[in-house]
T-cell receptor, first 116, second 114 residues
Framework: GAVVSQHPSRVICKSGTSVKIECRSL??????MFWYRQFPKQSLMLMAT?????????EQGVEKDKFLINHASLTLSTLTVTSAHPEDSSFYIC????????????FGPGTRLTVT | AQSVTQPDIHITVSEGASLELRCNYS??????LFWYVQSPGQGLQLLLK??????LVQGIKGFEAEFKRSQSSFNLRKPSVHWSDAAEYFC????????????FGTGTKLQVIP
């Protein structure tokens, strides 16, 4: 099946710094990728939809200036958490939509961000 | 707007016993339904999906789910649970087979006791 990778799997950063998370579709081209955030013991909340070559669409309540999304190629989307604060600590998961077939989403393994 | 309800936050079953995890959805048209499993600290793995056709869907790891339109339900079942099935299970509903955003339920944590 289709594989989506995320890098890094874990990252610890200091408050005020920025962190970039990469999401790659390894064996298919994804025109659309999604970024989710998961708080401990909670469900996934969609943050934004990333479309290759265009601006991301953010869900209500998500600060687009804080969570910068870039989808520069058909296999790579990045999420940059700018000026990170401890409350940004979370599990971030991306998914990529396979445009063939039924457009099913395939999920990456997630990135655990800890802001100290 | 679409929504998903998983009424059971936590379920404990004995190894070898049968399992049923409940999922109810709300969506105006024919839904696309999914069940995902998440092990601690891991990403999501698709167990099975329903798009159309046969309402009883077979998935990986011996799981199956039945779509019941009249009850707006898509319950997940397994006849005999293994200790390795302990994880968090998420039901999700999407439109257009995932072409539009997918909405997840709050999850059910499964504990398996010897």
């Amino acid at each position: 099946g289709a594989v989506v990778s995320q890098h890094p799997s874990r990252v610890i950063c200091k408050s005020g710094t920025s962190v970039k998370i990469e999401c790659r579709s390894l064996d298919f081209q994804a025109t659309t990728m999604f970024w989710y955030r998961q708080f401990p013991k909670q469900s996934l909340m969609l943050m934004a939809t990333s479309n290759e070559g265009s601006k991301a669409t953010y869900e209500q309540g998500v600060e687009k200036d804080k969570f910068l999304i870039n989808h520069a190629s058909l296999t790579l989307s990045t999420l940059t958490v700018t000026s990170a604060h401890p409350e940004d600590s979370s599990f971030y998961i991306c998914s990529a939509r396979d445009p063939s077939g039924r457009g099913e989403q395939y999920f990456g393994p997630g990135t655990r961000l800890t802001v100290t | 707007a679409q929504s998903v309800t998983q009424p059971d936050i936590h379920i404990t079953v004995s190894e070898g016993a049968s399992l049923e995890l409940r999922c109810n959805y709300s969506y105006g048209a024919t839904p696309y339904l999914f069940w995902y499993v998440q092990s601690p600290g891991q990403g999501l793995q698709l167990l099975l999906k329903y798009f159309s056709g046969d309402t009883l869907v077979q998935g990986i790891k011996g799981f199956e789910a039945e779509f019941k339109r009249s009850q707006s339900s898509f319950n997940l079942r397994k006849p005999s649970v293994h200790w390795s099935d302990a994880a968090e299970y998420f039901c999700a509903v999407g439109a257009g087979g995932g072409y539009q955003k997918v909405t997840f339920g709050t999850g059910t944590k499964l504990q398996v006791i010897p």
